[in-house]
């Protein structure tokens, strides 16, 4: 193989330093979950089929990963379908096994397989890699974690509240200030469709309302206009194109607006419990809005919609979202089992970090000190302290080899490794320490002791 | 679906408490790693077929999980192959991506392809998933996680003094003491077979003579005779049906054993070299021991090899193994990039200490304790005191819904949650809470700090 080998499009390898950053993140969502009840699972990285296949609309099933039968696994093809060479038709027949497309779908079907052996509610979270065949672009990876935490078999709304001050814990720990948690509700969303009378322009309504900061009230109303939403509809919700005030005010003003829907009251009646109490309970460092222009998973939220924008001062689209869901396990025959959960977007949160610099000095995972290789005897008594260091479990190591000492530095800073312990015959005979601070240039004799203090 | 859905054989869920298990022990591994200066990369799940194709042997290849290509994969398959149903020609023209089949060899590809930013010698870690199409069996899955640490770029002997240190500080810290990392080299292999006159015939002597306990000198000899080898040849390494003393004295014996091969007298300073160091060094608990008979990966090893067998009261395979590898990274056109490294068996090292009953008790994801809800005002008195002692790094929760106070209980008792917090009228207008231990069903009136400090 002369040509530098390289890895699949999509797909990325993880360096030191940012394997060091990923985990950092991680680990702080991960302590936050446990904080707040949520339990790990873990589930396998493909899944039958059939388990997956028609859970995320066509679209999703051409996205989803095949993994080929092994073996002679043309044996019970259809021949006429491998002569016409119908690739959709052949897949089921070669291909029994998918990779995991979402956490979602395999928490239900956790859920229903393990129902004997769950206690409800059930508070679980999970963090594992997912994988897409989409197109790979700026920001989007064929293979990419999700991180989600969800709670199944309760409808109480205390969930939600719980879920918002989740997202304030977290993103307040990783120093990201002001982030916009936003809050939406599908039942005010079908209570508008029903003002307006029009449920199947819910849609083109949302994306147009959403553009008033842009294209003003004018532009708004010329485009739900050229959707086909009569001008008499869009009266009805005019209140909608000055939404403004606090999120009491807001909700005051959608009880109005939809006084007429049984269902949009009932999701303006949630909406306040959950804004009322974050409220009560107070969040540290985000903010709570309220935008009704907010109707992602409209397919399967069925109550609260979250979605999470980072801070104003960096340009990057939402960094996390989720929702209450019904009907969660229904699709493999268990019925009537509510779930609400949230999920944070790894990679953006990653991204936002880094520009905003905020990843801690200490997030690396270097050693501290690198011990200087002179030769045997000098790394034997080397060796001897590291061992003894590592005992205190401080990261150290000698060089290996008994190269160029110039070398060896270079090697430590290549590595940004602070500190170099010199050892020589004089540092042998007097059983000292030469500790040289890379950074600054000083270097003190020290003793096990002081090493051992400079270290830790 | 009415039936209930399954996951594919091979596969496996992990409840919340495994999840909190293995990861213990993925935590304690991963510490030592970096205390050793180990540093952490992660590689994508599946590669280019080619980098993995022709890696593991003609078997491997069997085993390895193929991804079916995106769209109309059929378009361009070979209409003759198709027709025929050769199934094994087919394969390359209809699936560029195959899964992980283990760490190594993404690791040579990952040196190679970034072989410009990285510092050698490179001290890498790598914990991550691998899948083999293998027929599964008890203790042995299609999909399970490896823990390899490696250094490329440096023949020193020192690495396998460090990776035997670590090997002992990981099981230390496990507390799974009396461990035996058996070492062997493969150049001792070498020199014997070259005594022996048969270098064809060196895993049957191995193999024959790691019988010695169960089947004595004679029917060891009897096998080997059997197996071709001639009673001269097995004349002259007489010394090892009687192998037996300390590192050292074994030492000395090989010495002279192999004193006519250069390449076994490499291989025995290379020993005395490790052995003495570590012997100067000490372990913790873990004992080294020269073994002759192990012969693991002689495709690729070249000087060491390493293999871990659990404490003696405990019946179960090696759980760890490694070694050194002259050139690792060939394989991708990079040569003379020696390797050395070790491997985990995470899956049999948690059925050791779940057999040694050796899981600290710490080791659970659930919560501290459990505020049984009352109802919303309850509730709400109950949330701001959850909030702050999550602040505190507390894991506290709130059952979600107001239904009988048995349930309640009853979760919590499921759910292993030692502590239950009841806040009624009484507690609330004094400012209190009244904190049960579910274990010995006292109970105590306590205010907010009282409560923290229970809960700590």
């Known amino acids: 193989m002369a040509q530098k080998p390289s890895i699949p499009k999509g797909t990325r390898d993880f360096s030191p330093a940012e394997v060091a950053k990923r985990h950092y993140i991680i680990a702080v969502i991960k302590s936050n979950f446990e904080k707040f009840g949520f339990q790990p699972i873990e589930t396998p990285s493909f899944e039958n089929s059939e388990t997956l296949m028609g ?11 095949k ?16 002569q016409n060479k119908e690739s959709n038709k052949l897949t ?11 956490l979602t779908v395999p928490f239900a079907r956790y859920v229903v397989q393990h129902q004997n052996e769950i206690e409800f509610p059930f508070k679980r979270y999970q963090i594992q890699p997912v994988w897409r065949a989409d197109r790979p672009q700026k920001g989007r990876f064929r293979e990419f974690f999700q991180c989600d935490a969800d709670v199944v078999g309760s409808k109480s709304l205390w969930q939600e509240v719980e879920l918002v001050q989740l997202y304030d814990s977290v993103f307040t720990q990783l120093g990201l200030e002001g982030v916009t948690i936003k809050i939406n509700n599908r039942k005010i969303l079908s209570g508008i469709a029903e003002v307006i009378g029009a449920k199947d322009k819910l849609i083109d309504f949302t994306v147009a309302l959403d553009k008033l900061d842009k294209i003003g009230e004018d532009g708004v109303k010329k485009e739900m206009v050229e959707k086909g939403i009569s001008e008499s509809a869009i009266e009805k919700v005019q209140p909608l194109f000055n939404f403004k005030g606090t999120i ?14 049984e269902e949009g009251m009932k999701g303006v009646e949630e909406l306040r419990f959950i804004c009322e109490n974050v409220s009560n309970l107070g969040l540290n460092t985000a903010i709570l809005d309220l935008d009704v222009t907010l109707a992602r998973g409209l397919n399967y939220y069925t109550g609260a919609i979250f979605e999470v924008a980072p801070p104003k001062s960096v340009s990057m689209g ?3 979202g989720g929702g209450r869901y019904d009907d969660l396990t229904g ?30 000095e200490t997030v690396t995972s270097t050693s501290k000190a690198l011990f200087i290789n002179y030769g045997e005897k000098e790394a034997l008594y080397s060796m001897k302290a590291i061992t ?3 005992s205190f479990d401080i990261k150290v190591e000698l060089y290996p080899d008994n190269v160029k000492v110039a070398k060896q530095f270079q090697h430590a800073d290549k590595r940004a490794i602070n500190y170099a312990v010199i050892v020589g015959e004089t540092e042998m005979k ?23 203090t400079a270290l830790l």
Chains 1, 2 share one sequence.
Do not use: H, T
């Open 92 to 102: 089921s027949s070669i291909s029994e096994k998918a990779l995991r497309y979402d």
């Open 318 to 320: 939402s960094i996390g």
């Open 67 to 82: 993994i080929l039968n092994s073996g002679d696994y043309l044996a019970k093809a259809d021949p006429i379908v491998l």
């Open 248 to 261: 009491s005010e807001k909700i005051d003003q959608l009880s109005l607006l939809l006084a007429a829907s």
């Open 388 to 390: 003894k260091l590592r």
């Open 55 to 65: 859970k995320y609309g066509e679209e999703g099933d051409r996205l989803i990963f």
């Open 331 to 360: 699709i493999f025959g268990l019925k009537d089992m509510s779930g609400v959960g949230i999920s944070f977007g790894l990679d953006r949160i990653y991204l936002v970090i880094e520009e905003l610099n905020l990843f801690p």
């Open 430 to 452: 007097e059983e000292k320490f030469s500790l040289k601070n890379l950074i600054s240039g000083e270097q003190f004799l020290v003793d096990f002791e002081g090493l051992k």
